[in-house]
């Protein structure tokens, strides 16, 4: 499956953009989804993170405005253009997909950026919805990138990242970590981002798994998750119990040396005692994952994904039927590592495979879907990709 790229529909979008409001829009910017190689769940516990983003985008058409108005419009959903005014936006008041957009513009000027008197914006995405690969992350960093352009804010990608957050977690709702924000605003191509979530500091770690002979396979099970459910706030809040418990500021805190400790002190609390083993285990992973990496090693890395999917399944609790018949399917069929991505309950899981078993495996993967009865899923190769950007 081959992805348009922002670049490619970045004149369409701006003719469809004219169309609507009548004016040029004044740029066009992409921000790209993401899968996460390994790290999950310990960005709420300021711990490591490995994203990249990949080839699909959200791709925005924006004009400012001076009249304190907010017009959003997107191809890909029914309904007309929304207009809002930027004095009634509010916490929690809307529910739709305009939270996201419109929760970007009350975060930056609840920071103070009051400069921005308003915006019509038009989007389109390649981003797929519901299948952990960051479409709202995508989202947002695509208006606060072309806002703080086209207002000259002079925020870094890392401040955009904490901005967005906060609007997902205060405007939508949602208490999702930093993680996808920061790679869908920061990543670059033919890199995974190791991402330390505590201060946001960032190495960009080489991942041509193609030059290798490798590739990393996508799977999207096409069971559809959501952040804003309870499933994702009960773990966090596990996780921060679990921190307040051990006297640690984040469970990033507990050092792996000293797992076994803690786990003693948790006593018989046996659900805090697998969340918080999950959360300093996956830490490990993404310190010998990035080892390996930097070592060259690369074919290594595929048993650490595979330790950590038994993590995400067996401790926190957050696979699903689909993306466990992927991983054994996978690695049955000679997958050098499987995995689930994102933050579970369904969502794509992500297979290393020699780039010459791509087809068996993609094979079996489908067989044994249609054999569950299961709907079928989408598999696509994952290429590091860039970054945030301007494309017009
Ligand atoms: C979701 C969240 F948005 C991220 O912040 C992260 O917690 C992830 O789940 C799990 O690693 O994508």
């Not at 050092?255 to 805090?272: I, K, M, N, S, W």
């Not at 010459?356 to 067989?367: G, H, L, Q, Y």
């Amino acid at each position: 499956m081959s992805v348009a790229g922002a670049e490619a529909v970045a004149a369409t979008v701006a003719e469809r953009f004219e169309e609507l409001y009548g004016t040029e829009p004044e740029g066009v910017w992409a921000a790209p989804g993401r899968v996460n190689l390994i790290g999950e769940h310990t960005d709420y516990n300021d711990g490591f993170v490995m994203p990249f983003a990949l080839p699909h985008t959200t791709v925005a058409a924006v004009a400012r405005r001076t009249d304190g108005v907010l017009r959003l419009h997107s191809a890909d959903i029914e309904g007309g253009v929304v207009e809002l005014r930027l004095d009634d936006l509010a916490p929690e008041s809307d529910r739709g997909w305009t939270a996201y957009p419109a929760g970007v513009v009350w975060a930056l000027r609840d920071a103070g950026h009051t400069v921005i008197t308003g915006a019509d914006v038009h989007l389109t995405s390649t981003v797929p919805t519901g299948a952990g690969l960051s479409s709202s992350a995508a989202l947002e960093v695509v208006v606060a990138l072309a806002l703080n352009d086209l207002y000259e804010l002079g925020l870094k990608g890392w401040q955009l990242a904490r901005l967005c957050q906060r609007a997902e977690n205060v405007y939508v709702g949602a208490p999702t970590g930093i993680m996808d924000q920061t790679a869908s605003a920061c990543c670059e191509a033919g890199h995974a981002l190791f991402l330390d979530t505590r201060d946001l500091s960032q190495k960009q770690i080489p991942f041509d798994l193609a030059a290798e002979g490798m590739r990393l396979l996508v799977v999207d099970t096409q069971v559809k998750h959501a952040h804003s459910d309870g499933e994702y706030g009960k773990r966090r809040a596990g996780c921060e119990k679990g921190a307040a418990l051990l006297d640690v500021d984040a469970l990033r805190d507990v050092p792996y040396a000293e797992l076994d400790t803690a786990l003693e002190r948790l006593g018989d609390e046996e659900e805090l005692r697998r969340l918080v083993r999950h959360v300093v285990t996956e830490n490990e992973r993404v310190e010998r994952v990035v080892s390996l990496l930097e070592s060259g090693d690369t074919r290594a890395i595929g048993p650490v994904l595979v330790e950590g999917h038994a993590s995400l399944r067996d401790d926190f609790r957050i696979s699903c039927p689909e993306l466990d018949l992927v991983v054994d399917t996978a690695l049955a069929a000679g997958a050098l590592g499987a995995r689930m991505t994102g933050g579970g309950f369904g969502g794509s899981a992500i297979v290393l495979v020699d780039a010459a078993d791509t087809d068996t495996i993609t094979k079996a993967v489908e067989e044994a879907f249609a054999t569950a009865g299961f709907t079928a899923p989408r598999v696509f190769t994952g290429v590091p990709s860039a970054g945030a950007r301007r494309v017009s």
